[in-house]
T-cell receptor, first 115, second 112 residues
C-alpha cells in the first residue's frame, strides 16, 4: 500500500546531541509537512515543503532544520537537542490534485525524548 | 493564531449525539477536521471550504459559518469507534499557499 513511514519510531537522546528524523512516502504527493504534538497543545507545524525546491517555516521552526532530499523524502533535524523538544513528531503529506486533494496523510509518528 | 475548540472533552453513551465547535478570530478560507485515536496518527474526516463546498466521509457531517468564522462537527448516534481526539485545522491563506493551524483538540469518549 502507498504509505507514509517515519524512522525511527522511538528515540531517546541526550541534551546537545544532533538528531535526524526521517520521513518517506510512496503516495507520490508533492507536499510534505513536519508537525510536533505535545499533550494538550494539539499539532503545531514546524516546516512544510510544497516541492523539492520550496521549503517554508511553520509556527515553531526555531531549533529545527529540514531537508527535502527528493519528492519522497523529507527529513527533520535537531542540531542540538534540548529537553523541551521532547515530543511526538508527525510527518504528513498531501496531494495538489485528484480525489484526495488537500487531505493530509500522517505517518505513524516518532516519539523523541531528550534527557 | 490557533483556533479555539470547544468543549475540551465530552463523554457520551453509545447512541448519543455530540457537537464539537471550532472558532477562529481571523477570516477562514477552509476548515479541516481530523480524528486521532489513542496511540495512532490523525486521520482525515472532512474539509469545508469557503463558499459551501464540502468533502469528507459520508457518516460525518459538519457546518462552516463564514461570517462567524466557526465550524461545527456533528457526531450523531455515536459508536464506540468514534472515541478519540478531534482536531480542527484552519487555513487562513487559501489559494496555493496551503497550510493548516490546528486547535488543541476535543477528547471524545464513547462508553457502552
Amino acid at each position: 500500500d502507498a504509505d507514509v513511514t517515519q524512522t525511527p519510531r522511538n528515540r531517546i537522546t541526550k541534551t546537545g546531541k544532533r538528531i535526524m528524523l526521517e520521513c518517506s512516502q510512496t503516495k507520490g504527493h508533492d507536499r510534505m509537512y513536519w508537525y510536533r504534538q505535545d499533550p494538550g497543545l494539539g499539532l503545531r507545524l514546524i516546516y512544510y515543503s510544497f516541492d523539492v525546491k520550496d521549503i517554508n517555516k511553520g509556527e515553531i521552526s526555531d531549533g529545527y532544520s529540514v531537508s527535502r532530499q527528493a519528492q519522497a523524502k523529507f527529513s527533520l533535524s535537531l542540531e542540538s537537542a534540548i529537553p523541551n523538544q521532547t515530543a511526538l513528531y508527525f510527518c504528513a503529506t498531501s496531494a495538489t490534485s485528484g480525489e484526495t486533494y488537500n487531505e493530509q496523510f500522517f505517518g505513524p509518528g516518532t516519539r523523541l525524548t531528550v534527557l | 493564531q490557533q483556533p479555539v475548540q470547544s468543549p475540551q472533552a465530552v463523554i457520551l453513551r453509545e447512541g448519543e449525539d455530540a457537537v464539537i465547535n471550532c472558532s477562529s478570530s481571523k477570516a477562514l478560507y477552509s476548515v479541516h477536521w481530523y480524528r486521532q485515536k489513542h496511540g495512532e496518527a490523525p486521520v482525515f474526516l472532512m474539509i469545508l471550504l469557503k463558499g459551501g463546498e464540502q468533502k469528507g466521509h459520508d457518516k460525518i457531517s459538519a457546518s462552516f459559518n463564514e461570517k462567524k468564522q466557526q465550524s461545527s462537527l456533528y457526531l450523531t448516534a455515536s459508536q464506540l469507534s468514534y472515541s478519540g481526539t478531534y482536531f480542527c485545522g484552519t487555513d487562513y491563506s487559501g489559494g496555493s499557499n496551503y497550510k493548516l493551524t490546528f486547535g488543541k483538540g476535543t477528547l471524545l469518549t464513547v462508553n457502552p
